[in-house]
């Protein structure tokens, strides 16, 4: 579940499930008995021909995307959903360019290293040309940004400069006009295929948006041809406690969404959900993949969705992660080194800092001490943004508030422990 052990018995918390990937805990019963009976049966045929597991399955997942998303097409990892959403996009819309934000991350193939807004996971090769990078609505390290602009039970320790009022912030505003840019310099005739963003980057940090910035980039895309495109690879199967889909909490409804990670909680397994209208524009040549919702994978994904209803794990997120969030907030109070803690639900990020009033990122070698005395702690985190400053915990959304109340005293101590060297 959310515990694991080293090869010489030492027992951890696992606050990073496989890099918010193990969803429903590790090895979960009804997931291994799923497994077991499907490989008793059937291992593989192609979606060629037809075969109960993956028909249960996508019928199932389809039950849980709102509106018109109806469609799903199952494949095998993040990146994959990603290169097929940027298909869907360009042929639906006879559009060929694409915008992802800086600081996004979209996986590692040619096509997702394109979109990634991340020098860090970008190779000195050939990417996917078309694609443009907007600036990153960041209200803690961008232009913008102020203690009134997210999507969180904890806001931005920042003098606001912008004009927020309930439900909508001016910073949204700022951003937009960024981004309307790129439309007005980089694109013929402000035509777009679709743009892509995650509802809270993960590997860029977990960065929140200001609200009302996803529904007026939706309104900019689509008055100029184009399609969203949410990335739930992360955010996605109620980690971030108040709705099953983070873009939900953002008013919107995507024209394609992608998800992978929990969706199989670490079993090969992703997926695109799209519309009856994109999904048509696909029939004028034929559409492939071998591995597609093979029955094994399917079966997993059945047992996931059935786990997450049945033990209340959307409501465990919520409920748990605002105590997280909480106590990390007291910890940023106390601390001089954490700049910042953000998230929702159990996708929670703390920015580590050399400084607090300009923002100046913790060293490396001081981020990697802190990663390393958690460890020694039996503590599992992660760690992202673009100088790997952020620490990152996406736990099994099983985890429990006492789980909480025994990571937090050391979490404390280690921190506490840095911030006076």
């Known amino acids: 579940m959310q515990y694991m052990w080293d090869t010489e018995g030492k027992k951890y918390l696992d606050l990073f499930g496989g890099i918010v990937t193990v969803g429903v805990g590790h090895c979960h019963p009804k ?12 291992w593989h ?28 097409y199952p494949v095998n990892s993040g990146s994959e959903a990603n290169d097929l959403a940027i298909l869907m996009a360009r042929v639906h819309t006879g559009n060929f360019d694409v915008i992802a ?14 979109l990634t807004g991340h020098s860090t996971w970008k190779q000195n090769a050939p990417h996917y040309s078309g694609i443009h990078h907007a600036m990153n609505p960041d209200v803690y390290k961008g232009l ?17 400069n912008c004009d927020c009022s309930k439900g909508s912030c001016g910073a949204a505003d700022k951003y937009i006009e960024q981004l309307d840019e790129i439309f007005t310099y980089s694109l013929p005739q402000r035509k777009v295929a679709g743009m892509f963003i995650e509802s809270i980057q993960g590997v860029g940090g977990v960065v929140q948006f200001p609200k009302t910035y996803i529904q007026k980039a939706a309104e900019l895309v689509r008055k100029n041809g184009g399609l969203l495109i949410s990335d739930e ?7 971030t406690g108040d709705s099953m889909w983070n873009f939900q909490d953002h008013g919107v409804s ?3 969404v992608t998800m992978a990670k929990s969706i ?3 079993f090969p397994l992703a997926a695109v959900v799209t519309t009856p209208a994109v999904a048509q524009s696909l029939i004028n040549a034929n559409h492939f993949n071998t591995f597609s919702g093979n029955p094994l994978a399917s079966a997993v994904g059945t047992a996931v969705l059935e786990v997450i209803e049945e033990e209340g794990l ?6 748990v992660g605002t105590y997280f969030l909480k106590e990390l907030e007291k910890l940023q109070n106390e601390c001089n080194i954490v700049g910042d803690v953000r998230g929702k639900g159990l996708m929670i990020g703390v920015e580590t800092v050399e400084c607090k009033e300009t923002r100046r990122q913790l060293p490396m070698d001081r981020v990697l001490d802190i990663f390393e005395d958690l460890k020694d702690e039996g503590l599992l985190v992660g760690r992202g943004g673009h100088y790997g400053n952020v620490f990152r915990f996406s736990p099994p959304m099983n985890i429990s508030t006492q789980d909480i109340d025994y990571a937090m005293p050391k979490i404390r101590q280690v921190f506490m422990k840095h911030a006076k060297k």
Request: hydrophobic share 30%.
């Open 31 to 42: 997931l291994n008995a799923a497994l077991s009976e499907q490989a008793s049966k059937l």
């Open 45 to 72: 045929t192609s979606n060629v021909f037809v075969n109960e597991p993956i028909h249960e399955y996508v019928e199932k997942l389809a039950s849980k995307m709102p509106g018109d998303l109806t469609v799903v």
């Open 101 to 114: 934000l800086r600081n996004g991350y979209h996986g590692m193939s040619p096509n997702a290293m394109g």
């Open 144 to 160: 913008w940004g102020g203690s009134n602009c997210r999507d969180s039970v904890v806001q931005v320790d920042r003098k606001c």
């Open 233 to 239: 690879v992360q955010t996605g199967f109620g980690r």
């Open 254 to 256: 995507p024209d394609i």
């Open 264 to 266: 199989g909680n670490g």
């Open 314 to 319: 959307q409501e465990n997120c919520k409920k």
